[in-house]
């Protein structure tokens, strides 16, 4: 049975991380997302580690769930509609932060453990390095090649992934401390590395174009900062529920076994064009590079984003699809997607009812986003929902692209959908 997998996410121990990511809470979520397998993040933090391993069991190879006692009260608030088992790996983020070749990088990487041993004997070498305990995201003086050598030699199954490998502050391939290439970035080691993390500004076709990434898994993962964030990007996979199962699915590159990727629209994403945040200036890469990589507004360097990074490193033409890409599906979460269908903020309280009430009556927000035919909610008296539901997976979107932290937004429905609201031609 296909599963869906997020493997990056963050614990209330990481900064500007909600207080709710608990493993409870985390739990839950996951039922209402339509997540199988979870990332835990931050394993190298101490309190979280202790959490972890006083609230999770052993489950599958490599996999651990909640304890039953604990999940029981959790339970009592997912609606029958959406229980399914939940199962934790254990993941966290590093930042390195060093100099290589006379400049400043800030690389972001996911670690991966097969066992909460495994992890602990990672996290205790760690903690020799630099300070574990203040953050969930350790900063650590470390080159990416040696925690890349420490990881390897810290389990044969442990593994190192780039986190949102393109943008432009804290990424391998970022524009503002990133390197240009793999072995730029992990020399010798550089072989080691099968997968990256695209992020949320960049999709699978973007970086098809480059040909150095033909032979690496893309991955995709939300870096979830709160629960209702959880499996914004996610993995599909039909493999084995294991931990081996999944890092074979991926590192083998095999479609049969890594489905899909679920996406964001890239152009969504905070990273995707140019700009400055301070001015308001979007800029396209072709602007930038008219102006010399100089905002309009106040003459200062640009922060030149993901589309314009990928276009400098690319060295073929949009459309290549290498052997072995897993598909990839765009969605938008289901509260945006009511949101502007009620015409209200996607936080607001009427879209956070009509939320759950679909949930208790559908299924998962997966199951609701990818599966359930648009017709059912226009069944239901929700035409408006449905018509955005159906242009989602068609394509059809509106999109002012995002830039310099600034998120970019999608529209699905125009005016003219809802003064034509009762005489609706739908699909
Ligand atoms: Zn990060
Ligand atoms: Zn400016």
């Keep these: 049975m296909p599963f869906i997998a997020d493997l990056h996410i963050h614990s209330k121990f990481s900064r500007a991380c909600s207080k709710a990511l608990e493993p409870e809470t985390l739990y839950r979520w996951c039922q209402l997302k339509g997540i199988t397998v979870l990332g835990t993040g931050d394993f190298t933090h101490p309190a979280w580690s202790a ?21 029981r009260r959790q339970d009592q608030d997912v609606p029958q509609s959406c229980r399914a088992p939940v199962r934790f790996l254990l993941e966290s983020e590093i930042s390195c932060i060093y100099k290589k070749d006379g400049k400043v990088r800030k690389v972001h990487h996911l670690v991966f453990a097969p066992s909460l041993a495994a992890a602990a004997r990672l996290s205790a070498r760690l903690g020799e390095i630099g300070n574990i305990r203040s953050d969930g995201r350790p900063i ?9 050598a420490l990881v390897r030699g810290s389990d044969p199954e442990a593994y190192l992934v780039p986190a949102h490998a393109w943008t432009p502050h804290f990424a391998v391939f970022g524009s503002e401390s990133g390197f240009d290439s793999l ?3 992990f020399g010798d080691l550089a072989s080691e590395i099968f997968a990256v993390e695209t992020g949320l500004s960049s999709d ?7 040909s150095a990434l033909d032979r690496i898994a893309l991955i995709s993962d ?13 993995n599909l996979f039909d493999c084995e529920l294991s931990y081996p199962g999944i890092f074979s699915a991926i590192r083998g590159r095999d ?16 990273y995707h064009v140019d700009g400055h945040r301070k001015c308001g200036a979007r800029l396209d890469p072709e602007e930038t590079i008219r102006r010399g990589g100089l905002c309009p507004e106040c003459g200062k360097p640009v922060t030149v984003g993901v589309l314009h990074r990928v276009e400098k490193l690319a060295d073929r033409k949009t459309g290549k699809r290498p052997a072995g890409a897993p598909d990839f599906e765009s969605l938008i979460p289901l509260k945006e997607v009511l949101g502007q269908a009620l015409r209200v903020g996607p936080g607001s309280v009427k879209v956070d009812a009509l939320y759950h009430r679909l949930l208790a009556r559908f299924g998962s ?4 986003l990818r599966e359930l035919p648009a017709a059912e909610l226009e069944a239901e008296g929700l035409p ?9 997976r068609r394509g059809e979107v509106r999109l002012q692209a995002g830039f310099d932290g600034e998120y970019g937004t999608i529209s699905v429905l125009a005016e003219n959908d809802f003064s034509h609201q009762d005489q609706l031609a739908l699909l």
Excluded at 222 to 234: I, V
């Design 51 to 71: 959490q972890l391993q006083e609230k999770l069991v052993p489950a599958e190879a490599g996999l651990y769930q909640l304890r039953p006692e604990l999940a």
């Design 140 to 148: 650590l003086g470390l080159d990416s090649r040696e925690l890349l």
């Design 183 to 185: 072995p730029e970035c």
């Design 204 to 210: 699978p076709p973007m970086n098809w174009r480059l």
């Design 222 to 234: 939300s870096d979830a900062h709160s629960p209702e964030k959880l499996g914004r990007e996610a």
């Design 255 to 270: 479609p049969e076994r890594f489905l899909k990727t679920l996406e964001f629209f890239p152009e969504e994403g905070k």
């Design 365 to 368: 927000e997966f199951r609701i």
């Design 384 to 392: 408006l929902p449905a018509l955005a539901l159906a242009r989602m």
